[in-house]
T-cell receptor, first 112, second 114 residues
Framework: GESVGLHLPTLSVQEGDNSIINCAYS??????FIWYKQESGKGPQFIID???NMDKRQGQRVTVLLNKTVKHLSLQIAATQPGDSAVYFC???????????WGAGTKLIIKP | DAGITQSPRHKVTETGTPVTLRCHQT?????MYWYRQDPGHGLRLIHY???????DKGEVSDGYSVSRSKTEDFLLTLESATSSQTSVYFC?????????????FGPGTRLLVL
C-alpha cells in the first residue's frame, strides 16, 4: 500500500540555521506533494507544494526538493526562526484521487 | 483559514452516546473531508464528500457516518461513541490555488469519550 514516512520524529535546530525535514514515499504513481505546518492547538497550515514534473520549488524562506528516483521529499527552511517551531507533515496524492496520504510528522524545535 | 469553522471545538461525552460534529464553510467548495489526528498516526481520513449527498469512505470510516445535505455543511456522526474515538477531528476543504487543488483545514474539535 501507499505510505509516506518521515525519517526523524524530532529535529532540533539553532535559531538562524537552516532546517531540513525529510520525507519518504513508496508509491511511484504519486504526482503531487504538499508540506504542512501545524502549530500547537491549530489545524495544519499549507506551506508549499510540488508536482512530480518538478524537482525543486521555492517559496518565502522555504524550498521543497523532490527526488523521484529514490522517492524522497524534503523541506528546507532558511534562517530558522522561533515561529517555525511546529510539527511538519508531508502528504501526497495521485491526481486521479483527491485523498491525501499523510506522514506521521516531524517536530521542529528551535534552540535560542 | 479558507472560511472553515468547526463546532463544537471541545466535547466530552460518555461511551455509547451519539455525537455529531459540524463543519461549516463559507466559500462554496465542492470537496470536504473529515480527518482524525492521534499521536503517532498523523492525519487519517475518515470520510469525504465530493458534493451534496455525495460521500465516500476514507481510511478509518468504521464507527462513523457523514451527511452533506447542503454545500456549506458536512456533518460527522459517531453513532455510539467509544473510547477509541477520543481524538482531535479536523475538517478540510479542497480549494484551487495557483492551478493546484490543495486542502485547507479548520481549527479542529477535541473529543474525549469517557
Amino acid at each position: 500500500g501507499e505510505s509516506v514516512g518521515l525519517h526523524l520524529p524530532t529535529l532540533s535546530v539553532q535559531e538562524g540555521d537552516n532546517s531540513i525535514i525529510n520525507c519518504a514515499y513508496s508509491n511511484s504513481a504519486s504526482d503531487y506533494f504538499i508540506w504542512y505546518k501545524q502549530e500547537s492547538g491549530k489545524g495544519p497550515q499549507f506551506i508549499i507544494d510540488i508536482r512530480s514534473n518538478m524537482d525543486k520549488r521555492q517559496g518565502q524562506r522555504v524550498t521543497v526538493l523532490l527526488n523521484k528516483t529514490v522517492k524522497h521529499l524534503s523541506l528546507q527552511i532558511a534562517a530558522t526562526q522561533p515561529g517555525d517551531s511546529a510539527v511538519y507533515f508531508c502528504a501526497h496524492r495521485r491526481d486521479s484521487n483527491y485523498q491525501l496520504i499523510w506522514g506521521a510528522g516531524t517536530k521542529l524545535i528551535i534552540k535560542p | 483559514d479558507a472560511g472553515i469553522t468547526q463546532s463544537p471545538r471541545h466535547k466530552v461525552t460518555e461511551t455509547g452516546t451519539p455525537v455529531t460534529l459540524r463543519c461549516h464553510q463559507t466559500e462554496n467548495h465542492r470537496y470536504m473531508y473529515w480527518y482524525r489526528q492521534d499521536p503517532g498516526h498523523g492525519l487519517r481520513l475518515i470520510h469525504y464528500s465530493y458534493g451534496v449527498k455525495d460521500t465516500d469512505k476514507g481510511e478509518v470510516s468504521d464507527g462513523y457516518s457523514v451527511s452533506r445535505s447542503k454545500t456549506e455543511d458536512f456533518l460527522l456522526t459517531l453513532e455510539s461513541a467509544t473510547s477509541s474515538q477520543t481524538s482531535v477531528y479536523f475538517c478540510a476543504i479542497s480549494a484551487e490555488s495557483s492551478g493546484r487543488e490543495t486542502q485547507y483545514f479548520g481549527p479542529g474539535t477535541r473529543l474525549l469519550v469517557l
